[in-house]
């Protein structure tokens, strides 16, 4: 073990700072300031409808939201592991800062004006969702991998995220406002496909280390709600503004409002005793989050949000009851936050509900065709991506932590002293403590 | 006791599914988006003298203000306890999450336009606003109600309140734009009647779970902090744009600022030694936002707000301090969270300081008289529903937890084992420390 | 001690209510509403070029982003030590609450229109932001004041920091969009000088409270990545509407990611086995927001942004390393929370940055000289105030803590008595339990 730890000492800290470095050298050659003059027409969309010419501040608050998702939302929703809080909220601050640079030149390179590109609110937006699928990844192989192994992950799985957006937005014309498929769906099943090309045999019957205690589901439940709460700025951030935007913020909010009862409510019937548990309230209450997103700024009805919202609370809850443990034990997948559950089902879902609005003609100008294409593009650009990323993490020189040391935040992070005697050994600590006194 | 838990296997998911069923139906013939077309004159307020045409995203922000109160704010306020945090954040969340549902569906059907329900940001916040009046009153009760018990009381709260916020609204025309009367006090005293019938003798000298640990108190602060910082958007969100709800703002952060002071300082005063107490600091330091609430919007001055801030801090520690247990010891009234400290009592003060700032002509075609049968409406119908509420509670079918499993998620959760025996040893250090002080 | 405590009862309830009440009568003679007609050119600008008429609201949004790192960023960032959670995130309420009335008076003073103080939205930016000099200054010197010594500190330092800060911007007419000097330096330097005055020297060898424990970090990690994303909004809040505004984001969002990187490598580097420190990450991460503060309105490219961040997260983290054992051993400062690494030494940074960037013409109508003595005149109005504060403080009739007492709760708070058992008998119940189990 400490073999490993010790390598962190050079290896962390040289890969950080030189992919800091090229990155300020990319920035230094092609990002400039957006001066209002990009052609970028999501950018700038003049709504004429709605009289009213866009200002550069206008998406402020929508991209604040979006923010506190990433960085609190994401990263307290997986601290509930009780030994692993500092590498949750920790690391993914570390990849979401990385990868919001990277997002920025990779999804950049696609929308260049005169060369350059030009950062505007929106771009930012942008940037941020593309760090949103290296998160969701992350908590496929939370406890499992090391900060290194995990920052390449991040370039990887960007890099390949903003080719598959670009082939869905540009090229399909595929409508994803709310990015059910090319978020969620994509940040799931790549990071299954990570985790199974880094399956680890020996924590086939579990891990001492994973499970929650009382407060770090606590601390999770601030990621839960912060997300439950801001998931209709996310779907609705890059919506054409006006009433589309509207119509998303209400599809995500009723959508959202009826998954909390049918994941309880399915919660409760599944266990032991009808007691409700927190990893399904934790996660499965979001999924109605993901499955409206395709369809968010759609013209889908309230109540047809709140279907989906229903159907996808279901489906969630019981993908954590009863298809975790089958993925782990017959496909060799270990879903640590069970993301394959939280995103990759209902972000499928959502996909689908997208085909279904769209040949229902609630999207004008839609196409059932491109968006199945899209779809079957982001799993497809997933799992070939994941795989191939997989391997390459798989290397046997970026530190990944020894089976023991799974999700123990004492490998990568010096943890408060005290702490550790209190949870190993505060018997022995004081007992001995107290054999001195005496 | 494993009667009671077993119990809430069929019941709590059949009622979940089943109102949510029956609401998405009740969306699916009434609920349509908002199309700009709606006459109702709260939401499309054309503020003439600021020039500028409303756009449907504009209160946006102030509603996502809204929504971190009701969810991180509300649901952490309540995390004190120390073996019930689980339920004071999860069931406010599931309460709320069917609460914002059902308040669209009863607040709506009082403005519908040809027949159907038209759903702004406007109407979100609103419906944010009737789960209040739930939230608050779950204060009372919290520890000694099932979830099923809880839902019924969503269910008649939100109805009855939508009545009286008509009366307030409509009829009397009366100022209410921060909601003291309509939600704080109606929502605290319909609470404390409830509490009243669930009365329970053998917790007249407290319970074991009923106490805070450190860290329990910590997690409190968060909902106590998002509570006063987004105070000022609470009651400013639906009152006219322009200088009416910059007026709103500063009122409300000035009476919270004075608030902060004044219940630092009594807290102070009344405790052993001149310590401060976690209970008032923090709960009374909100008291300010509460009293200044319906006259937000007058021209009170910002000396006036800080008075009432100032006065409302004093009462609201003082009520912690010496009313609370009379409460209980007296009028039978368990007040868990002490609402009628922090919404009650500021809630009639706001009241009172509304029908003052009237008859001084702080706000233009205010009536003294409607002001105040607002004020006893609000009472009136909280306290006869709360009545009416309790005694349906009270049916022996849903749930109930017995007086020994009061104040503990474990009832109706699953909580972690590693934490349980945490507890459950601890119980052997106490003991073997009586023994040794024997 | 108990003489200390005690002292508490009435000092503390007599200064908190005699303050609030003359700051509510300084407020009543001199304090109105803004109603648009007031001629403060900061806070009226009219961009012409963007062709929008300024609301009274426009700037809400920007407000609650920056109320939100006030008090749960700053509050909660000081909870890392494992005793001092409620004065961490309480007093940080309590001197907030007060230094921002106290602040809209001082700052108002120099802005009068016909004799009264116009509050409007930039007016409570701006007092938000007074109270940010104070909780910096707080964080030097924490676990080792009294309440009462810190409501004095905070009358003085925003008394002296308006007088500064009209200096910098009216006479100097100096550019520090985002505070680096007048706020960050400002505040930290203050505070040092407080601590020197009062150097405790039975602490040179620490105590046993200045420690954390894991949840304490994970509690102060809320504060830091609240922190870290809203701080775009603290650069930005009050520059210039429209792409003025925008650049100071961009700038912003940029240098702290950068600065993630460098911090976390850094952390790596410097610490046993490469492990990662828990208080450079909550600290340092948060060094390029502080730095980039003065030229985040400059056209210093996206890279240049980046390059800012960079190396004050190298400076930063170097300095918790290295620097503050030095300072503590050699210059007799005790800084609690080392706001030499967040905010002096990057503030100085910011400074240094600005000039350069003025110099390079970065900024129309910029002055090196203005901009060097806007730095001199930050650090020397900190350094005498601070001194002078220092002295006040260290009167010894404001309750200052014992030394056996310091970083601990229960001098002024009531702290629940389980958990005190909790971690004074743990050993008995797990002793005991051993026993049982041989």
Redesign the interface.
């Known amino acids: 073990m ?1 073999a490993y ?10 890969v ?2 030189v ?3 090229i ?3 990319l ?2 050659v092609f ?6 003059k990009s052609d970028d027409h999501h950018d700038k969309a003049s709504n004429k409808s ?4 866009p ?3 206008d998406l ?3 991209f ?2 979006v ?2 998702m990433i ?2 939302g994401f ?2 929703l997986m ?1 509930f592991l ?1 030994r692993y ?2 590498s949750s ?2 690391i993914n ?2 990849l979401a ?2 990868g ?2 990277w997002g920025l030149l990779m999804q950049g390179f696609w929308h260049m004006t005169d060369g350059k590109i030009k ?3 929106f771009k ?1 937006i942008n940037a941020d969702f593309s760090t949103a699928t290296v998160l969701i990844s992350f908590g496929a192989v939370l406890g499992k991998t090391s ?1 290194v192994q995990l920052l390449i992950m991040t370039i990887l799985e960007i890099t390949i995220f903003s080719i598959n957006e670009h082939l869905v937005a540009e090229v399909f014309k595929a409508n994803d406002v709310g990015a059910s498929m090319i978020i969620h769906a994509y940040g799931a099943y790549f990071g299954l496909a990570v985790a199974r090309v880094l399956y680890r045999p020996s924590l086939k019957n579990g891990h001492d280390n994973e ?5 770090s ?3 999770a ?2 990621g839960t ?2 997300l ?3 998931w209709p ?1 996310f779907n609705s951030a890059i919506a054409e ?3 589309a ?3 998303a ?2 599809n995500t ?2 959508s ?3 998954c ?3 994941a ?3 919660s ?2 599944v ?8 990893v399904h ?1 934790q996660n499965a ?1 979001l999924a109605g989050g993901v499955a409206v997103g395709t369809c968010a700024d759609m ?1 889908i ?3 047809g949000a ?2 989906i919202g ?1 159907v996808a609370g279901i489906v969630s809850t019981l993908g954590f009851k009863y298809l975790t443990p089958i993925l782990s034990s017959h496909l060799r997948i270990q879903d640590t936050c069970g993301v394959h559950n939280l995103h990759g089902m209902p972000g499928i879902l959502g996909g689908l509900a997208g085909i279904v609005a769209v040949a229902l003609g609630k999207k004008e100008g839609g196409s059932v065709a491109m968006q199945a294409a899209a779809l079957a593009s982001s799993l497809g650009f997933a799992l070939f991506g994941g795989a191939i990323t997989g391997l390459i993490m798989k290397l046997p020189f970026w530190g990944q932590p020894p089976d023991q040391n799974c999700y123990d935040d004492s490998l ?5 002293a ?2 550790e005697e ?1 949870e190993e050994s ?2 022995h ?3 001995s ?2 054999k001195a006194e005496v």
């Open positions: 400490p730890a010790t390598n962190m000492r050079m290896k962390f800290p040289i950080a700072l992919l800091e470095i990155t300020i050298i920035f230094a990002v400039v300031y957006d001066d209002g709605d009289h009213k010419e200002m550069p501040m402020y608050p929508m604040q939201d923010h506190v960085f609190i990263g307290f601290t009780k809080g500092f909220v920790g601050l570390l800062a990385f919001l640079q950062i505007s609110i930012l900060p499970g929650s205690v009382y407060h589901d606590m601390f439940m601030i709600v912060f439950w709460m801001f700025s503004p006006g009433y935007q509207l119509t913020v209400i909010y009723l959202l409002a009826a909390v009862l049918s309880y409510a399915v409760s019937l266990e032991h005793k009808g007691k409700l548990d927190m309230i209450t013209n009805g309230p109540f709140m279907l229903f990568y992070w010096e943890v408060p005290e702490e209190n505060l018997a600590a004081d007992h403590k107290n």
